[in-house]
């Protein structure tokens, strides 16, 4: 059960391990992209190309048939990861070995929907992956197994969603052959990472350099980070925090050094709009942006 990139290599290794998949459950195609074409998710195409069955049931909360054929697939355990349904009592309790959720975090740190941002955002030494044992609350249930990922100085969300669905791939065939006795979470060092929006990504300038390079870092490609420049939105793909001082938002230089709160952000990738992701210096042969400019 699973329905975006994260989820795939998991699928890959239960089939790989000689796993029977009964079958795959994904959230239905929907609209996506610049003509809102109906497409696919990662984990329905890759199921497809893999010869597995796909359901795609647009709830199961409310769909009593769906339960209901869920629990005739007469499972011993369903592996779910970044499914995005909220699942009922009644499927939680149909596999036999219950439902093992592939979480993005060393829990109880970051439940939630975007616990990978969260790391990053926090500026957290270390990331990693949890197999828990599903309950009806949201990312509480019992423990199985968890593995550490360190987090660098550069760490991006794209670099660190990579890593931890090999992870998470390693860590569910381990709990499946090894079934680990559950450990319930410590009720100390919970944290929650709520859902992102657009405006999650916006540039507040009177904040310090190294928080606003963490949410650059954190925020891209989605919901990516952005600032306004002369009335047009500026996306910025890729900062670096320097030495430097002005009025929030101030350019200090010729090569985009953005004066922060406390600190300086150097721009170094961004995207106008209707224009390819370039470099900050590609772009500044196109437009002068010259030095007092304000960002907002």
């Given amino acids: 059960m699973g329905s975006p990139d994260f989820a795939v290599p998991a699928l890959r290794a239960l089939v790989e391990a000689g796993h029977e998949v009964a079958a795959v459950y994904a959230q239905p195609p929907r609209p996506a992209g610049r003509g809102g ?6 984990v329905h195409a890759e199921a497809e190309r893999l010869g597995l069955p796909v359901r795609t049931p647009a709830s199961l909360r409310r769909e009593p048939a769906a339960q209901e054929a869920f629990t005739a697939l007469d499972l011993d355990a369903a592996v779910v990861a970044a499914y995005g349904l909220l699942l009922p009592a009644a499927v939680l309790a149909a596999p036999r070995r219950g439902c093992l959720n592939i979480h993005a975090s060393l829990l109880p740190r970051w439940r939630g929907a975007a616990p990978i941002q969260a790391a990053i955002l926090a500026g957290d030494r270390e990331s990693g992956v949890t197999i828990m044992q599903m309950d009806e609350e949201l990312d509480t249930g019992p423990m199985l197994l968890s593995e550490a990922v360190p987090l660098g100085p550069r760490a991006t969300a794209t670099w660190l969603h990579d890593q931890l669905a090999a992870l998470g791939a390693r860590l569910i065939l381990r709990a499946l052959a090894e079934a680990p006795i559950p450990v319930p979470q410590p009720a100390a060092g919970m944290t929650y990472a709520p859902k992102l929006t657009r405006e999650s990504g916006r540039l507040d300038w009177a904040r310090p350099a190294p928080a606003l390079d963490r949410q650059v870092r954190a925020l891209n490609p989605w919901p990516g980070t952005f600032a306004t420049l002369g009335g047009e939105t500026l996306k910025v793909l890729e900062a670096a ?4 001082s002005g009025a929030p938002g101030e350019v200090l230089d010729g090569a985009l050094l953005v004066a ?3 600190g300086a952000l150097r721009l170094l990738r961004v995207q106008r709009p209707g224009r390819a992701p370039m470099p900050a210096a590609d772009m500044l042969r196109g437009r002068v942006v010259p030095q007092g400019t304000r960002l907002t």
């Fill in 260 to 262: 922060c709160g406390e």
């Fill in 37 to 42: 074409r109906v497409q696919k998710g990662a």
């Fill in 241 to 244: 925090p320097e030495p430097g």
